[in-house]
């Protein structure tokens, strides 16, 4: 799942208005930001194995300290109290813990099982929609275009930053995603793996910029 995550990161808004989309970027998108910094210290574990799901050749050999459905609910309920103790937003706090929530709901759906319940448990879920190339089109697709959609109906742009740079955020985030659907597998390299995982900062940057230049609550 990817542009899935962002999909419910936009529809977000609807909900917390106050908050920056950035920060409901790095809600949903949290573990995922988590995941290459383990990757790359030699905590968790990924290796290249085309043909293992039909949309990702990645195997998540081990990484129950980002993506058990325990570590999901820590790093939630960590972002949720900072975020509380900063902005003393409890309406703000409860959306962003429900995005980091949400970010195991869609893998669980898309993922084989792979997804520990938690560190050293032999349990591991997931109904491998990653074996539908369609499935998985059509399902993120839908769940990006929604959000979209829903981000649009609630805010407007102040500027032409405002308008040009969501719809390029939106095309980016599209054209991204059909890369990697579609591209060649990346290097079996975890450090590599990581390191581009990681480039996913700047579009929290990006969706913070944005929405700085659009004004939220319309509805």
Partial sequence: ??????????????????????????????????????????????????????????????YPFSHSLLAFTVWATLLAGAFMLIRRDQRGALVLWLLVVSHWALDFITHIPDLPLYPGSDTHLGLGLWNSLAGTLVLEGLIFIMGVAIYLKITR????????????????????????????????????????????LLLLAWGWWVDRHRTAGLV
């Fill in 1 to 62: 799942m990817y542009i899935g995550h962002f999909g419910l990161a936009l529809a977000a808004k609807r909900a917390a208005p106050e908050v920056s989309l950035g920060t409901l970027f790095t809600a949903t998108q949290l573990v995922d930001l988590i995941w290459p910094v383990f990757l790359i210290a030699g905590i968790e574990q990924v290796s290249i194995e085309p043909g293992i799901t039909v949309v990702t050749p990645l195997n998540f050999t081990y």
């Fill in 157 to 200: 742009a102040k500027d032409r930053i405002g308008s040009i740079g969501l719809w390029a955020l939106v095309l980016f985030l599209a054209v991204t995603y059909i890369m990697n659907i579609f591209g060649t597998p990346p290097p079996d390299d975890p450090v590599v793996i990581g390191a581009v995982t990681l480039s996913m």
